[in-house]
């Protein structure tokens, strides 16, 4: 079964300051992985996403991430944070062989500070 | 030229209504969901549906009741609501095939913020 665990519900970073939200999957194949952004009360937006090939993947508005398989870890990047980041991050995965649906980590809250 | 649009944004009904929400999306997916996101943000899929056919049925309760007309619509009918059924319920499709496919990306509505009162 798969599960993503999100380290740390809330951070916050000051305006320009590197964004880094933590990211781990459990599972015995590596699976796709994905990076939502929900800014408040709207839907989920696909920010980037994994499959294969290079794990350095680039994603909309600045943000990155890099699968690193050895660590089980997806963790996304900003190198400057602007005001409007702030949102909650959820990170995602897919099983490669089951159902096609997500699990979702629980989410981290990204606030940054002027 | 709304991709998956829900309706409608805000609910707020009484316990014991019975009550729907709408999905519909213009992206010609095969698949459709729904999620539940409660009141910690956590997101769990309920229901899946290829080509109206029920694929995915979560531990749901029976009074959450899918349907799926056609492919690009997916209601969600709730009977006899409770308290605990207050989240924000999101709607989202999926291909399951093409060049660029990826299993489980999803394309996210807009959600419907449920209060039950």
């Known amino acids: 079964a798969q599960s993503v665990t999100q380290l740390g519900s809330h951070v916050s970073v000051s305006e320009g300051a590197l964004v880094l939200l933590r990211c781990n999957y459990s599972?015995?194949?590596?699976?796709?992985l994905f990076w939502y952004v929900q800014y408040p009360n709207q839907g989920l937006q696909l920010l980037l996403k994994y499959t294969t090939g290079a794990t350095l993947v680039k994603g909309i508005n600045g943000f990155e991430a890099e699968f690193k398989k050895s660590e089980t870890s997806f963790h996304l990047t900003k190198p400057s944070a602007h005001m409007s980041d702030a949102a909650e991050y959820f990170c995602?995965?897919?099983?490669?062989?089951?159902?096609?649906?997500?699990?979702f980590g629980t989410g981290t809250r990204l606030t940054v500070i002027p | 030229d709304t991709a998956v649009s829900q309706t409608p944004k805000y609910l707020v009904t009484q316990m014991g209504n019975d009550k729907s929400i709408k999905c519909e999306q213009n992206l010609g997916h095969d698949t459709m969901y729904w999620y539940k996101q409660d009141s910690k943000k956590f997101l769990k899929i309920m229901f899946s549906?290829?080509?109206?056919?029920?694929?995915i049925n979560e531990t749901v309760p029976n009074r959450f009741s899918p349907k799926s007309p056609d492919k690009a619509h997916l209601n969600l009918h709730i009977n006899s609501l409770e308290l605990g059924d207050s989240a924000v319920y999101f709607c989202?499709?999926?291909?399951?095939?093409?060049?660029?496919?990826?299993?489980?990306?999803?394309?996210f509505g807009q959600g419907t913020r449920l209060t039950v009162v």
């Open positions: 995602a995965v897919s099983d490669k062989t089951g159902a096609n649906n997500l699990f």
């Open positions: 549906y290829n080509n109206k056919e029920l694929i």
């Open positions: 599972s015995s194949v590596p699976p796709y």
């Open positions: 989202a499709s999926s291909p399951t095939s093409g060049r660029y496919w990826v299993k489980g990306e999803a394309f």
